[in-house]
């Protein structure tokens, strides 16, 4: 089993930078995607970067150019940093992993962003 612990976010100012991290633990070793979504109130969840294996990142569209995924591949880490954060960036965030060796998919609790001025 899985687990994922999040870290970071919190309140930015329109414009600003916050870093969210992930680390996965437990049976960790078919575990061959990890991402972060997001949800807004009101909204559905959105992908907004994921990694399968050690290749490269994708990026949802709303993000792109303005945020960067990096991590550990062989630690299932994966951080996202948030440049030029915009109040449409409000929403929670999780970190999530998929383990091809389960077919198991998991979720972290969740993290949440702000960005208001």
């Known amino acids: 089993q899985v687990q994922l612990l999040e870290s970071g976010g919190g309140e930015a100012q329109p414009g600003g930078s916050l870093t969210l991290s992930c680390a996965a633990t437990?049976?960790?070793?078919?575990?061959?995607?990890m991402a972060w979504y997001r949800q807004a109130p009101g909204k559905q969840r959105e992908l907004v970067a994921h990694?399968?294996?050690?290749?490269?990142?994708k990026y949802g569209e709303p993000v792109k150019g303005r945020f960067t995924v990096s991590g550990d591949n062989g630690k299932k880490t994966l951080a996202l940093q948030m440049n030029n954060l915009k109040p449409e960036d409000t929403a929670v965030y999780f970190c999530?992993?998929?383990?091809?060796?389960?077919?198991?998919?998991?979720w972290g609790q969740g993290i949440q962003v702000t960005v208001s001025s």
């Open positions: 999530y992993s998929f383990s091809s060796g389960t077919s198991r998919a998991t």
């Open positions: 437990g049976d960790i070793s078919t575990t061959n995607i």
């Open positions: 990694v399968f294996g050690g290749g490269t990142p």
